[in-house]
């Protein structure tokens, strides 16, 4: 971080260096206690945000050697979304490192924060550290104002909602195939995570680079493999660690991302030479972007990086859970199977629908299991008067979305049960802040619209090829799961039964 840069962090410089003095000095010899004690004093008093009327100062928990609770916000969510909302309030702070970070729970502070979204600063991407620089940090979430407005024009009309409805036929035959592949005649039992998660990777990625032969197939996944690695190491240490090895990881982390960011970079120039006959394609006309000058390589390669390996584990999540869910429901897993066996000879335009239990089936296992806890966190550019407080510009600010999709009235006195038809009925503009699935406001997920089919359609075919059981529930659930269906699954170790449909 250059020295010019100190002004944009919300810890004046001074305080930035006592404690970076104090830390020197006393870190080896301190017990955790009394570190975490002396910074929450120093930081409470630091970074106050003060009531709109000036009589309260924002609450929250208090401040952990060394990582603040940015490890309970990221490792044990559910518990503490609940816990901190009982403690605080609807608004309250949490510390993110050395920094100060609002939470909100509620539709309307939502709708106030995100209401000029595409003047936000991603905060969470310029604190990242130098791993999740050189691998996304340019990519096209994580970039601010004109530079995100010029690399969304060249994207946006390559993923927009008709470019992905015309693509229909090939998802649904895409789904049908990969999920024939995951069962035999008979009964297969499958570890749900590990089955699903390349089908929304290779899908994608057909979209973008066009069919592919198998060796440019194995090589995307291998190199997928040495990304999820990174991001697991990262996120096993980076988002906390402060200090030298923040900017200068490991000498072994180094090597593996400057190896996966050569792979990464080598895949798309020999894609881009294999298909110079093919200038329709969108990584040809991106491709071309690129040549022209209007975006970087390392915008285009790390944008592309988030519509493909960033999504695995959260859309094989949202299949997961989405499969799980159901198959808690003996009522709604039959009604489903009758819809989807009625629309067998109109698959393609059924999985484009949003008026469908097969959608809705996906909207409630969102709703009741968030892919994403809490969003990036993200700092408006002008003062914001949230939940009675008024928040300063540059406070990173960050949604609980189990509070929006689980706690929120809105979704009435049942809103913990499973009830996919609840959303019958309810329209955009009611659901816009009252359900978190792609984000908020205009800077939504690049890839939504492709998202939404690709899984409609997986589910589709598995439900619809397959009787399809949670075998393992009793291992791999919350106790109190059959009381509260928005209690945590532990989605890894889910194991699903398939039997193929005579």
Known sequence: MAFSDVRDDPIPLLTAITAALVITACVLHTPKKLLSKFFHILLHYTNRVRSVDGTFTLDGPKYVWPYGNTKQQFYDAHKHSQLWSEQYGQIYRIWSGLSPEVVIT??????KFYSDASHHIRVFGQRAGWVFHQVLGEGIGFIDHGDWRRVRKCMDPLMANGVATKQLPQINQSAQEFVDRLGNDQVTVICAINAVMNFPLLETSRALF?????????????????????????????????GFRYWRPASKLRSTTR?????????????????????????????????????????????????????????????????????????????????IKSQRHDQDRYIGRTDTLLHFVLLEALRLQPAVPFTLSEAANIDKELGGF???????????????????PFWGPDRTQYRPLRFQGLTAGELMHNLHTFGYGS????????????????????????????????????????????????????????????
């Open 106 to 111: 509620t539709p309307a502070d939502v709708a």
């Open 210 to 242: 066009g069919d592919m032969n198998e060796v440019e197939q194995t090589e995307l996944l291998a190199i997928g493999e040495k990304y999820m690695k990174i991001i697991r190491s990262f996120f096993a240490d980076g988002p906390f660690c402060r």
């Open 259 to 339: 190896e996966y960011l050569h792979r990464w970079d080598t895949f798309h120039r020999n894609l881009v030479h294999s298909r110079r006959d093919q200038p329709e394609l969108p990584i040809m006309k991106l491709w071309k972007r690129v040549e022209e000058g209007i975006i970087t390589r390392n915008e285009l390669l790390q944008s592309i990086t988030e519509s493909t390996y960033t999504n695995i584990d959260i859309t094989a999540h949202v299949i997961v859970t989405t499969c799980v869910l159901v198959t808690t429901d003996e009522n709604t897993q039959k009604d489903l199977e009758i819809e």
């Open 390 to 408: 008024r928040v300063p510009q540059g406070t990173s600010v960050t949604t609980d979305t189990f509070a929006i999709n689980v706690r929120n």
């Open 443 to 502: 800077r939504k997920c690049l890839g939504k619209h492709f998202a939404e089919k690709q899984l409609r359609a997986l589910i589709m075919h598995l439900f619809h090829q397959y009787d399809v059981r949670w075998c393992n529930r009793a291992e791999t659930t919350s106790s109190e799961f059959d009381d509260d269906r928005s209690a945590s699954i532990c989605v890894p170790d889910v194991k699903l039964s398939l039997t193929r449909r005579r």
